[in-house]
């Protein structure tokens, strides 16, 4: 069984900051990549910033040079350090990785719960 934990969600006030961290346990063998996504009330979840194993990142335009995204692979986490934040980028948060459970086994793509970020004054 692979759970991934978000935490870092809450409340910033419009140009702050905020860091998303997510922690992927139990039966890992492999995780290729890992990544953030977000979904806004009556919106599509849409790719926020992704990292792959070798550290290679892609960034949604409206994030690059704003948004961060790092990986621990000794301790299988995922960062996102936010900046500049907007009120449009109010939205739950999800965790997602690309992970292998077992050796000789194919890989999965598994989500977290979601964390809310709300930009607001």
């Known amino acids: 069984q692979v759970q991934l934990v978000e935490s870092g969600g809450g409340l910033v006030p419009p140009g702050g900051s905020l860091r998303l961290s997510c922690a992927a346990s139990g039966s890992i063998f492999s995780i290729n990549h890992m990544g953030w996504y977000r979904q806004a009330p009556g919106k599509q979840r849409e790719l926020v910033a992704a990292?792959?194993?070798?550290?290679?990142?892609n960034y949604a335009d409206s994030v690059k040079g704003r948004f961060t995204i790092s990986r621990d692979n000794a301790k299988n986490t995922v960062y996102l350090q936010m900046s500049s934040l907007r009120p449009e980028e109010t939205a739950v948060y999800y965790c997602?990785?690309?992970?292998?459970?077992?050796?000789?086994?194919?890989?999965?793509?598994?989500w977290g719960q979601g964390t809310q970020v709300t930009v607001s004054s």
């Open positions: 997602n990785a690309v992970i292998s459970p077992f050796a000789d086994c194919r890989y999965n793509n598994y």
């Open positions: 990292i792959t194993s070798g550290g290679s990142t």
